[in-house]
C-alpha cells in the first residue's frame, strides 16, 4: 500500500504516538484525519496543513467513530488505512491496601475504550474499505491496532489494563483472516516503553528505572520510532495477522 495521496485515519491522534504518526504520514505524502476526545486535536491539524483535518471523537461511539470515516473518505479518494493509538492506562489493585475491592467501573471504562474501542473503529473502517477499488494484489486497505507488551507481561495493578491489551492481541489474526476475502490487512504494535504524555505523571526515578529495565538501549522509545514501525506496515503488504513488538526487549516485572 503506497502512502502518497492516500487517506489515513488516526485515533489518538492529538498526543504520543498517534500525534507522531500523523507527522511520519503527511511527511511521507499521506492525508490524514486526525481523532481524539481531545480538542487539541484541531491545533495538531493546523500545524500538519492542508494535509490533515481533525474530527472530535470518541472510539467508543459509533455515531462519532462513523463521522470520522465520512469524513476520511471526502478527504481524498477513499479510506486506505487506520492506524488506531487511542487508549487510556489504567493502575488498580484487585484487592487495595485497606481491603476493599477494585473498582467495577473502572475496570470496564478500560475495558471499553481499549478493547470495544479497537472493535468499534476497526469495524466501521473495514466496511468503508471493503468499498474500495483493489489495489496490487487486490488490497483494499490496512488497519495498525495498538496493544502493548502488557499483554503478554502484566504487572501488578494492571488486570484492566492487560486485559483490555490481551484482547487486542487476540483479534489481530481472526480479524485478519476475516478481512482478508476483501483485501484488507490487520496488524497489531506491542510498544514497550515510550515516551508520551502518558508516561507524564510518573516520577523521574521510575521512568530511569524502566529505562534500565530495558536491555538495549536502555532509555524509552520515541515516538517517531513507532511511527517508522507504522510505516513500514502499511507499504509492506505481507505483514499480516501479525503482532510486533517494539520494546528494546523489556520484559516487565
Ligand atoms: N506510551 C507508552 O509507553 C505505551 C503506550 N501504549 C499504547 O499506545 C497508545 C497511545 O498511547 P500514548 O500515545 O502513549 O498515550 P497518550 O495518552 O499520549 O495518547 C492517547 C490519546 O488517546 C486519546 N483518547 C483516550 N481515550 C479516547 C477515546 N475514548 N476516544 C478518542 N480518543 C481517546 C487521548 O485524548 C490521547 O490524546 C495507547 O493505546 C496506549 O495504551 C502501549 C504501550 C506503551
Ligand atoms: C509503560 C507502561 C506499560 C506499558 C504500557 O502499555 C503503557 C505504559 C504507560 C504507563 C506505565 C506503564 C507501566 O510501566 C507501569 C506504570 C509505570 C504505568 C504508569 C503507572 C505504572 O503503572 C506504575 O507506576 C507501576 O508501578
Redesign the pocket.
Known sequence: MRIENATFVI?????????ACAERLVAAGGRVVL????E??QDQARRLGDAAIAVQ????SAD?IQAVIDAAQAHGDGLAGVIH?????SVAKLVDRHGNPADLDAYARTVQ??LV?TFNVMRLAAAAMSQNPPGDDGERGVIIN?????AFDGQVGQCA?SAS?AGVVGMSLPAARELSRHGIRVMAI??????????ADIPEDAVAALSQAVPFPKR??K?DEFARLAEQIITNSMLNGEVIRLDGGIRMQ
Open positions: 485515533t489518538g491522534a492529538g498526543s504520543g504516538l498517534g500525534s481523532c481524539d476526545l481531545s487539541g486535536v471523537g470518541d472510539v467508543t462519532d493509538c487511542a487508549g487510556v492506562v475504550i481499549n474501542g495498538i496493544a502493548s507488551v502488557a489494563y491489551k506491542a510498544p514497550g516503553v515510550f515516551e508520551t504524555p502518558m508516561m524509552l522509545g515516538p
